[in-house]
């Protein structure tokens, strides 16, 4: 099933980012905190506790084990799993599966790509109006808001019917075939890890996996320039997809997660990818599985790059909680066609509320 240009235009011109500067270069000519232009400044950044403790480590599931079928330690997994779900909403997944060459090769890109000059960088990607593919921003809405401490590079990867390849940047030249192999490493890992969190909801074999089968997922690449300003690399969020993969590129760390009122910061394991619970998911199982706050401070001495990839369900698939795992009224969320969901994200975005808020059904 092809959807056209004209479709495909329709599906990734959802909006894009007002113009704002490049961070990177910013970062270089306003090395002092008392220079950094004020949209980008957080006075209360620490008016919550960081606690770095190890009770407050995120738990860590094997896939390995976890596809170790019918074993009573891969019922064990999926127990830890489905709780890490339901009370985290965040997990490291060790032993995942993803070949270590499409790994190195995905992060030898990305530091290629980013390591070009500006000019370089832009001529080759840069971000069109109306549209978040490329290398910007992620969305800027209004001229008031804080502004991010970083930049991006992102594409949509998956389906193929969505997948922009001519603005995939040429340089370096391994950066096309690094990218479809890792994108398609990762979106198998997704639907592994799908697949059994159907199974922990009950679900038949395959519900929720076929929502996501031919689902888009899209690729963000994050660089965050070293700073010790009061600064964040993301304002506080939560994905407003299904499933997102996160590889940690180089080991500096600046991940966070809102739990109980504090921040916890995540030390990814060397190897392993930080997965997270998204907005869809949370409302797919009628919010059984949790979608957490996160955001991303800036280290003092060195920059930060990340690599984000985001799964969501077909392009024609309902969002809304799915019938078996709601009991008589007590449908927590409203449903509505994806092309509507994803309108829906853009204007919470323009009013700064809360997604979630938004879809859930009143009393
Ligand atoms: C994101 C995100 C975290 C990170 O891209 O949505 O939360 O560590 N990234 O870069
Ligand atoms: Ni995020």
């Not at 980012?17 to 090395?31: D, E, I, K, R, Y």
């Not at 997990?91 to 995942?96: A, I, Y």
């Not at 979608?291 to 024609?316: Q, T």
């Amino acid at each position: 099933m092809g959807m056209g240009e004209e479709g495909k235009q329709r599906r990734t011109q959802l909006g894009g980012s007002l113009p704002v500067p490049n961070v990177q270069s910013l970062a270089a000519s306003c090395t002092s905190p008392s220079t950094v232009p004020d949209r980008y400044l957080r006075p209360d950044l620490d008016g919550h506790v960081v606690v770095h403790g190890d009770a407050e480590q995120l738990p860590v599931i094997d896939l390995a084990v976890l596809l170790g079928e019918g074993r009573p330690s891969s019922r064990d997994e999926a127990a830890k799993l489905r709780s890490a779900c339901e009370d985290w909403g965040f997990f490291q997944l060790v032993n995942h599966g993803v070949g270590e060459e499409a790994v190195e090769s995905m992060k030898a890109a990305m530091e290629g790509f980013f390591s070009q000059p500006l000019e370089e960088k832009m001529g080759s990607s840069e971000q069109r109006a109306g549209s978040i593919e490329g290398y910007g921003q992620a969305f800027v809405v209004s001229d008031e808001q804080k502004l991010d401490w970083g930049d991006m590079l992102f594409f949509y990867a998956q389906p193929p019917d969505l997948k922009n390849t001519r603005l995939w940047p040429s340089h370096p030249p391994t950066f096309r075939s690094a990218l479809e192999k890792y994108s398609m490493e990762v979106k198998k890992v997704a639907l592994s890890l799908l697949r059994q969190l159907g199974g922990e909801l009950g679900l038949e074999a395959e519900e929720l996996t076929g929502l996501f089968q031919e689902g888009v997922q899209g690729v963000r690449m994050n660089y965050y320039p070293h700073h010790t300003g009061r600064l964040l690399g993301i304002s506080p969020h939560s994905d407003a997809v299904g499933l997102t993969l996160l590889l940690q590129v180089n080991p500096v760390q600046g991940l966070q997660i809102r739990r109980a009122g504090r921040w916890i910061p995540v030390c990814p394991m060397p190897g392993a990818l930080v997965v997270n619970v998204g907005d869809v998911l949370q409302i797919l199982s009628n919010g059984q599985y949790k979608s957490i706050e996160h955001r991303v401070i800036i280290n003092a001495e060195k920059e930060r790059l990340s690599i984000a990839a985001f799964h969501s369900p077909n392009l024609d698939c309902l969002i809304g909680p799915l019938p078996e795992l709601v009991k008589e009224g007590e449908q927590r969320y409203n449903t509505l066609r994806s092309e509507d969901y994803a309108r829906l994200v853009i204007s919470s975005k323009l009013d700064g509320k809360n997604l979630l808020d938004s879809m859930k059904v009143r009393a």
